[in-house]
């Protein structure tokens, strides 16, 4: 059975990053400047994540990402969920974990977005959404929010959480 996901789209500009995903089909998880995890090992646990990510004020972050790339399968659900307000889109994941370090068509348009070097690579304050995967839309608002409501969120995980497991109520 699929497992159920809820992915806050960004932190700060939720609708623009919905937007991204809508057309560029992905679903995407910050602290990119960790690299591809497919290729760059010691990325072989949680622990080892929590490195590559460096100082962070997130003490969740390690565990999200590690969840993002590890644990989240194809044809698991993720409610797409705009901070505090309802939730947008329900999608299927189809496709596998990528890295990829484009960034949205309207970067420039962010006042705080200012470049910063981390590990000899330049990159854009508040986007570094590189970890990535393909999915498609299999619902709207309304099946979003029945979704919601049908699930609770799952033991071990915390509402402040960029990503978090749901359990059927």
Known sequence: MARIWRLTTHHK???????????????????GW????????????????????????DHHAARCLWEFWRVMEIN???????????????????GDYYWDRTYPPK???????????????????????????????????NDARQLWESTTIAPGYSVYMALNQRVYK
């Open 76 to 94: 698991d659900l993720v409610i797409l969920r705009l901070s505090d307000e309802y939730s947008n889109d329900c999608v299927v994941r189809v």
């Open 13 to 31: 500009y939720q609708l623009d990053a919905l937007d991204w995903y809508r057309s560029e089909r992905f679903i995407a998880l910050n602290w």
């Open 107 to 141: 970067i420039n348009h962010y006042p705080d977005c200012d470049e910063y070097e981390w590990q000899g690579h330049l990159y854009k304050r508040n986007w570094e959404y590189f970890h990535r995967r393909r999915m498609a839309f299999v619902g709207n608002m």
């Open 34 to 57: 960790t690299g591809d995890l497919r290729t760059d090992e010691p990325a072989a646990n949680e622990q080892a994540i929590q490195k590559l990510i460096g100082p962070t004020d």
